[in-house]
């Protein structure tokens, strides 16, 4: 069984702050990483993947991958309200005797919570 | 560059029927996924399928199926609805099929309600 963790919520951090997301996997074949946003009654929206280890920017969000760790994280510089939502964070694995081919893990999700 | 879209959008069964749900994916994506997310179990995985056949499944019972029509376009069947089967289903499309260096972008949504 393929787990995703991540830290448990809600997140709640002042306008301007750096919201900080969490995520431990448990299968260390994992290849790839997502960070998908959902807004209450949206779909997810996929907003960041990194696929190698360190850490990767785009705009205001940085993914950090740490694989020796089984550690994924997301942060958000100068947050603003409207990007409170729920986070996922979803896994994927190496295909195994083609078992997951295409198949995305997914945690349970952090809903953040950025206040004015 | 259209996105993926899902009909219907919203269903109300009763128990017992069926349905059947709709996805087309992104033009040019030839992967399509479903997902099923519910507040108690969130996003789980049903099956992908690529090329008209069925690559990967989740651990639903077998009242859960789906197929894949040669212009890409998914559809997938629940029989004998339960209650339980009230949820989101969302299709996500993506390039390609097995690659682990390939995006998934979901669709809308279809919100079932059994009743």
């Known amino acids: 069984q393929k787990e995703v963790e991540q830290n448990s919520g809600p997140l709640s951090v002042p306008e301007g702050a750096i919201a900080s997301l969490n995520c431990t996997y448990s299968?260390?074949?994992?290849?790839?990483f997502f960070w998908y946003r959902q807004y209450s009654g949206k779909s997810p929206e996929l907003i960041m993947f990194?696929?190698?280890?360190g850490d990767k920017e785009d705009g205001r969000f940085t993914a950090q991958l740490n694989k020796a760790s089984q550690y994924v994280s997301l942060l958000i510089r100068d947050s603003q309200p409207s990007d409170s939502a729920t986070y996922l964070c979803?896994?994927?694995?190496?295909?195994?005797?083609?078992?997951?081919?295409?198949?995305?893990?997914f945690g349970r999700g952090t809903q953040l919570t950025v206040w004015p | 560059k259209a996105g993926v879209t899902q009909t219907p959008r919203y269903l109300i069964k009763t128990r017992g029927q069926q349905v059947t749900l709709s996805c087309s994916p992104i033009?040019?994506?030839?992967?399509v996924s479903w997902y099923q997310q519910t507040p108690g179990q969130g996003l789980q995985f049903l099956f992908e399928?690529?090329?008209?056949?069925?690559?990967n499944k989740g651990n639903f019972p077998g009242r859960f199926s789906g197929r894949q029509f040669s212009n890409s376009r998914s559809e997938m069947n629940v029989s004998t609805l339960e209650l339980g089967d009230s949820a989101l289903y969302l299709c996500?499309?993506?390039?390609?099929?097995?690659?682990?260096?390939?995006?998934?972008?979901f669709g809308p949504g279809t919100r079932l309600t059994v009743l």
């Open positions: 996500a499309s993506s390039l390609l099929s097995g690659s682990s260096y390939n995006e998934q972008f």
């Open positions: 299968d260390r074949g994992s290849q790839s």
């Open positions: 990194i696929y190698s280890n």
């Open positions: 979803a896994v994927k694995s190496q295909a195994d005797r083609g078992s997951t081919l295409g198949r995305l893990y």
């Open positions: 033009s040019g994506h030839r992967s």
């Open positions: 399928y690529f090329s008209e056949t069925q690559r």
